[in-house]
Nanobody, 122 residues
């Protein structure tokens, strides 16, 4: 699966952004997709994941209630709606895919897109 993340940008605290992860490849519709982020000087961390059907999602505690992952298999795209953004959400955001069930562990994913930068100003 080839992945292309987009939608990042500069936003003020409290604002919203929607990231998109466009995929190509025959196995996308049977793949779980995750979003991860890596801030400056920080380890890559889990943000959210969704199963192949869209019926099962997991969100990190740090974003629960503010970020929402969804997918449209007809458009081969996974979305991350980010609301009430905080300066600590500033990071490069990556989408990744794996066959099978969802996972919150980055090494479980073997297809990665390039990052899209999100910067939240205070």
């Amino acid at each position: 699966v080839q992945l292309q993340a987009s939608g990042g940008g500069l936003v003020q605290a409290g604002g919203s952004l929607r990231l998109s992860c466009a995929a190509s490849g025959r196995t996308f519709r049977s793949s779980a997709v995750g979003w991860f982020r890596q801030g400056p000087g920080k380890e890559r961390e889990f943000v959210a994941t969704i199963d192949w059907s869209g019926s099962s999602t997991v969100h990190a505690d740090s974003v629960k209630g503010r970020f929402f992952i969804s997918r449209n298999n007809g458009k081969n795209t996974v979305y991350l709606q980010m609301n009430s953004l905080k300066p600590e959400d500033t990071a490069a955001y990556y989408c990744a895919a794996r066959t099978g069930v969802t996972s919150i562990v980055a090494p479980d994913y073997y297809d990665w897109g390039q990052g899209t930068q999100v910067t939240v100003s205070s």
